[in-house]
């Protein structure tokens, strides 16, 4: 079955950086969309970086520019490089894949807190 475990969250002043990781075990990047998406208490999920496999990226409006999401198909792990964090950036990060036509598979969420 497909498993998918965050880490890299933690806590952050505002300006500092953290490298999110998500590794993936019963599916193969290579052929998957992977995306990282986050949870602020109160609001709803939404998506934060997105890769195709073909290496396309989408973002958020709100991170452009802060954020790169980057993938490694041997390690099935893919990553999110955050730069110049904000508190607004603070919330539970999920991993989130799916192959083409298939299922989208969730991992437990790793908690990203930006102070001022």
């Known amino acids: 079955q497909v498993q998918l475990v965050e880490s890299g969250g933690g806590l952050v002043q505002a300006g500092g950086s953290l490298r999110l990781s998500c590794t993936a075990s019963?599916?193969?990047?290579?052929?998957?969309?992977v995306g990282w998406y986050r949870q602020a208490p109160g609001k709803r999920r939404e998506l934060v970086a997105r890769?195709?496999?073909?290496?396309?990226?989408n973002y958020a409006d709100s991170v452009k520019g802060r954020f790169t999401i980057s993938k490694d198909n041997t390690k099935s792990t893919v990553y999110l490089q955050m730069n110049n964090l904000k508190p607004e950036d603070t919330a539970v990060y999920y991993c989130?894949?799916?192959?083409?036509?298939?299922?989208?598979?969730w991992g437990q969420g790793t908690q990203v807190t930006v102070s001022s």
């Open positions: 019963g599916t193969t990047f290579s052929i998957s969309t």
């Open positions: 890769i195709e496999s073909d290496g396309s990226t």
């Open positions: 989130n894949t799916r192959k083409p036509f298939g299922p989208d598979y």
